[in-house]
């Protein structure tokens, strides 16, 4: 990861909440589950004893990522105000010249984003291509077998 990281007030706190949540409360089970381990015996050949170790590594690297995250984090305003231009939260019809299909797409931040539900990441391709364009401007898009074309038809902002 490298850069920042474009996050909504209610999504840096939900991350905050969540490692929160991993420091206190999942930290303690682990220790507990190693601590009633230990208690089998010979640790050489104690099957819980090395699961419990690996989650405890794996919980461990879950907080440094988030750690990383938060500290990357700019943080935006949940409601974006009203603009002409895509941005975080806007609402975006668009076309495709080449197959003449339209869609809509949310333009969300990296937590919110749900491509099977048009919730793109301002941090996507697409996402990225859009940011900034007004209605009417023709953008470009790549995509694994060349480029896609799409013509912004309408930006609103839910």
């Given at each position: 990861?490298?850069?920042?990281?474009?996050?909504?007030?209610?999504?840096?706190?939900?991350?905050?909440?969540?490692?929160?949540?991993?420091?206190?409360?999942?930290?303690?089970?682990?220790?507990?589950?190693?601590?009633?381990?230990?208690?089998?015996?010979?640790?050489?050949?104690?099957?819980?004893?090395?699961?419990?170790?690996?989650?405890?590594?794996?919980?461990?690297?879950?907080?440094?990522?988030?750690?990383?995250k938060?500290?990357?984090a700019?943080?935006?305003?949940?409601?974006?105000?009203?603009?002409?231009?895509?941005?975080?939260?806007?609402?975006?019809?668009?076309?495709?010249?080449?197959?003449?299909?339209?869609?809509?797409y949310?333009?969300?931040?990296?937590l919110?984003?749900?491509?099977?539900?048009?919730?793109?990441?301002?941090?996507?391709?697409?996402?990225?291509?859009?940011?900034?364009?007004?209605?009417?401007?023709?953008?470009?898009?790549?995509?694994p077998?060349?480029?896609?074309?799409?013509?912004?038809?309408?930006?609103?902002?839910?």
């Open positions: 990861m490298s850069g920042e990281i474009i996050l909504t007030e209610s999504s840096f706190q939900k991350l905050q909440q969540e490692l929160e949540h991993m420091k206190t409360v999942k930290r303690a089970e682990m220790a507990e589950a190693l601590r009633k381990a230990r208690a089998f015996g010979d640790l050489s050949e104690n099957f819980e004893y090395h699961a419990a170790r690996r989650d405890q590594g794996i919980l461990n690297g879950k907080i440094a990522d988030l750690e990383k938060l500290e990357m700019k943080v935006v305003p949940d409601k974006v105000l009203a603009s002409d231009e895509i941005g975080l939260g806007a609402i975006v019809m668009v076309r495709d010249l080449e197959t003449d299909d339209e869609w809509e949310h333009v969300v931040d990296a919110q984003a749900d491509p099977e539900n048009d919730k793109i990441s301002v941090h996507s391709p697409v996402g990225e291509a859009l940011t900034g364009h007004k209605v009417g401007e023709i953008i470009e898009v790549p995509i077998d060349g480029t896609a074309r799409y013509e912004i038809l309408a930006i609103r902002h839910g």
